[in-house]
């Protein structure tokens, strides 16, 4: 019901003009040339009337189409700058997070080494030995 509204508030409103500016013109009694000339003289002014109001409203649709278009295209473009840059500091934390653990596990073998250095029997042990 709303989406046809704005199709038809234009034809209503031509038809009012219509009829408020042809009624008075065919009650007239005078000549008989007079209320078609009359007619003609309404007929016209509706048509420009009904004209008018219909390059506004596609003026206004164009418009309304356009500007929804920008947002959904700013939208659709935001969101992917975003997806972008969460999978950027993603990747970079994950990488941050490996590299220190892997120092972490590179520390803790050296410390057991040089531990293992010390205790009699162990592989380190044999390797600090043999020169």
């Given at each position: 019901?709303?989406?046809?509204?704005?199709?038809?508030?234009?034809?209503?409103?031509?038809?009012?003009?219509?009829?408020?500016?042809?009624?008075?013109?065919?009650?007239?009694?005078?000549?008989?040339?007079?209320?078609?000339?009359?007619?003609?003289?309404?007929?016209?002014?509706?048509?420009?009337?009904?004209?008018s109001?219909?390059?506004?409203?596609?003026?206004?649709?164009?418009?309304?189409?356009s500007?929804?278009?920008?947002?959904?295209?700013?939208?659709?473009?935001?969101?992917?700058?975003?997806?972008?840059?969460?999978?950027?500091g993603?990747?970079?934390?994950?990488?941050?997070?490996?590299?220190?653990g892997?120092?972490?596990?590179?520390?803790?073998r050296?410390?057991?080494?040089?531990?293992g250095?010390?205790?009699?029997?162990?592989?380190?042990?044999?390797?600090?030995?043999?020169?």
């Open positions: 019901m709303i989406r046809n509204f704005h199709k038809r508030l234009p034809l209503a409103v031509a038809l009012t003009a219509l009829t408020a500016l042809a009624g008075p013109a065919l009650a007239q009694k005078a000549e008989p040339n007079a209320a078609e000339k009359a007619w003609d003289s309404t007929k016209s002014t509706s048509e420009k009337a009904w004209d109001t219909k390059g506004g409203t596609e003026k206004a649709w164009d418009a309304t189409k500007g929804t278009e920008k947002g959904w295209d700013a939208t659709k473009s935001g969101t992917k700058k975003g997806w972008a840059a969460t999978k950027r993603t990747n970079k934390a994950t990488t941050a997070a490996g590299d220190a892997d120092a972490a596990i590179s520390g803790t050296k410390a057991g080494d040089k531990i250095e010390k205790i009699p029997g162990t592989e380190q042990y044999d390797a600090a030995k043999k020169p």
